[in-house]
């Protein structure tokens, strides 16, 4: 049996207060981890009323679609526990996180044979950025609805966040509202600073190596 599946039947079987206060941090399903910095390019938080949030899928596949919050939550059933990973340096560890398969939803949409770059805006109306069809197949890649057990933060990119825990989080779009499947990549956010389309992590990397 693993560390972590030990740990978590241990609580399991002391139950109550008790088995949760034996759990490491990223374990207790109601501690959100606190993240160092809650970003925003847009300069602003976006408040997004769960009843009206739609997500819009269009661009090249079958047809265009909207996802309302409570159609997201159904499908929202993979867990992942990754550390995020911010190029300027800061990392949370084993970030308990629950979304939906970012390959599943594709699945679900059917991509033409035209499509090749799944773009996500984010709903501050600035923020954006996109990955290949392969790297958004990518496994752990997910669209996060939960975070330690409960919905994202506003500040986390509430009600819905782009996750690809083998890049660095810029990729990461928060408050996404609408995805396209494209047949040209368009400049990202942080691309027109820069910075790499294909931000994967790289052991013994420094950030101030892109400056
Ligand atoms: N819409 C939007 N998404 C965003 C950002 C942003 O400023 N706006 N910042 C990115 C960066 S650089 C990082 S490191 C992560 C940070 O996640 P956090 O704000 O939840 O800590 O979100 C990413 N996604
Ligand atoms: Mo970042």
């Known amino acids: 049996m693993q560390r972590r599946d030990f740990l978590l039947r241990s609580a399991r079987l002391a139950g109550g207060v008790a088995g949760a206060l034996l759990l490491p941090a ?18 602003f938080y976006p408040q ?31 867990p992942e526990v990754r550390s995020f990973h911010c190029v300027t340096g800061w990392t949370v560890a084993n ?6 398969r970012l390959a599943d939803f594709l699945a679900e949409l059917r991509p033409l044979d035209s499509a090749r770059f799944v773009v996500f805006h984010s709903a501050d109306g600035v923020y954006v950025d996109s990955l290949s069809l392969d790297q ?3 496994p752990g890649v997910i669209l996060a609805t939960h975070i330690a057990g409960q919905p994202l933060l506003r ?17 990461s779009v928060k408050w996404v509202d609408r995805i396209d499947l494209l047949a040209d990549r368009p400049e990202g956010t942080w691309e027109r600073d820069g910075y790499p389309s294909n931000a994967y992590i790289k052991k013994g990397f420094s950030w101030s190596d892109l400056l």
């Open 155 to 171: 500040k986390g990119g509430f009600p819905l966040r782009l996750l690809v825990p083998q890049m660095y989080g810029y990729k």
């Open 95 to 100: 970030v308990h996180w629950r979304g939906i």
């Open 136 to 138: 958004a197949r990518a």
């Open 26 to 43: 990223w374990a207790r399903a109601d501690t959100i981890p606190v993240f160092p910095e809650y970003y925003t390019y847009a300069g």
């Open 48 to 78: 997004i009323d769960p009843q009206h949030y739609q997500l819009q899928c269009g661009g090249l596949i079958a047809k265009p679609r909207n996802f309302a919050l409570a159609e997201l939550y159904q499908r929202s059933v993979l």
